[in-house]
């Protein structure tokens, strides 16, 4: 009988041990940037951003029939976003129409290791909301037709990709190593000020199945720095001076121009 439930204890034990070591290893993603502040300054023309990465416990042999893709994005502080239709009228052009966008990044840069399309399905795009035709954004108090929504909002990323300040690179994403990859971001010289955030996507075999993210600051420096503050905390002397140096200048441009 002893001998019996000793039997039974060591199965109890040693099925449980099996179970665990069939079950496999979930991957993980590590990601770092080659700085984690961008100053902008009166010279700065825009900068590329380096994302350096790794998978952990990836699967060498989907590896090498690469199965792995990955989706790195800079995404800029949300803000409202306004949109204005505008009609001529008697001649003038004026606005007739204006949509509010809520949570609208004010730049979106997105690297990947190839086409998103190839990536996942656009249903999976639109869940998790990678890539500008995918992003959450949605009008604030508008009761009109919903065509005209969606009118709105293509012409929302139609600007904000002419200001380079939205910007895909569909093979920005490469592995330099069995499980290391680089990316690289294009930061526009538009890029707004504040937390920014990169956040990188693992996908196996077209699911999803490890995210992280890291902040990355923008800020200004110098004059461009005192200037933006003194507009916001001191307007009304800001305003003052602003129109002393005109009136120097327009002054002193007379003084140099003026005929003897």
Same mark, same amino acid.
């Given at each position: 009988?002893?001998?019996?439930? %000793?039997?039974?204890?060591?199965?109890?034990?040693?099925?449980?041990?099996?179970a665990l070591?069939?079950v496999?290893?979930?991957?993980?993603?590590?990601?770092?940037?080659?700085?984690?502040?961008?100053?902008?300054?009166?010279?700065?023309?825009?900068?590329?951003l380096?994302?350096f990465?790794?998978? =952990?416990?990836?699967?060498?042999?989907?590896?090498?029939?690469?199965?792995?893709?990955? #989706?790195?994005i800079l995404?800029g502080p949300? &803000?409202? &976003?306004d949109?204005?239709?505008?009609? *001529?009228?008697?001649?003038?052009? $004026?606005?007739?129409?204006?949509?509010?966008?809520?949570?609208?990044?004010?730049?979106y840069?997105?690297?990947?290791?190839?086409?998103?399309d190839?990536?996942?399905?656009?249903? &999976? /795009? =639109?869940s998790?909301?990678?890539?500008?035709?995918?992003? *959450?954004?949605?009008p604030v108090?508008?009761f009109?037709?919903?065509s005209? #929504?969606?009118? !709105?909002r293509? &012409?929302m990323? @139609? /600007? =904000?990709?002419?200001?380079? /300040?939205?910007d895909?690179e569909?093979?920005g $994403?490469?592995?330099?190593?069995?499980?290391?990859?680089?990316?690289s971001l *294009?930061l526009? $010289?538009n890029?707004?000020?504040?937390?920014?955030?990169?956040?990188?996507?693992? !996908?196996?075999n077209? *699911?999803?199945?490890?995210?992280e993210?890291l902040?990355?600051?923008? #800020?200004?420096?110098?004059?461009?720095?005192?200037?933006? #503050?003194?507009?916001?905390?001191y307007?009304? !002397?800001?305003?003052?001076? %602003?129109?002393?140096?005109?009136?120097?200048?327009?002054w002193f441009?007379?003084?140099? !121009? @003026?005929k003897?």
């Amino acid at each position: 009988m002893i001998k019996k439930t %000793a039997l039974l204890l060591l199965a109890a034990l040693v099925v449980p041990a099996a179970a665990l070591a069939q079950v496999p290893q979930q991957e993980t993603l590590e990601i770092g940037t080659s700085t984690n502040q961008i100053a902008i300054t009166s010279d700065f023309s825009g900068a590329d951003l380096t994302v350096f990465g790794a998978i =952990n416990d990836a699967d060498p042999m989907l590896l090498s029939k690469g199965a792995y893709d990955i #989706v790195v994005i800079l995404e800029g502080p949300k &803000a409202e &976003a306004d949109v204005r239709r505008k009609e *001529r009228v008697f001649g003038i052009w $004026v606005n007739r129409e204006t949509v509010t966008f809520e949570h609208v990044p004010r730049s979106y840069s997105i690297s990947s290791t190839r086409p998103l399309d190839e990536v996942t399905t656009p249903q &999976a /795009l =639109n869940s998790a909301g990678i890539g500008v035709s995918h992003l *959450r954004i949605s009008p604030v108090g508008y009761f009109g037709d919903a065509s005209d #929504v969606a009118t !709105f909002r293509e &012409a929302m990323l @139609r /600007l =904000n990709a002419t200001e380079a /300040l939205y910007d895909s690179e569909p093979d920005g $994403v490469s592995f330099v190593s069995n499980s290391l990859f680089r990316a690289s971001l *294009r930061l526009s $010289v538009n890029i707004p000020q504040g937390t920014h955030t990169v956040r990188a996507y693992l !996908f196996k075999n077209g *699911r999803q199945i490890a995210t992280e993210t890291l902040p990355l600051k923008v #800020v200004k420096t110098g004059l461009e720095a005192r200037l933006t #503050v003194a507009a916001h905390e001191y307007p009304l !002397f800001y305003g003052l001076g %602003a129109v002393a140096i005109a009136l120097f200048s327009g002054w002193f441009a007379s003084v140099i !121009f @003026r005929k003897s």
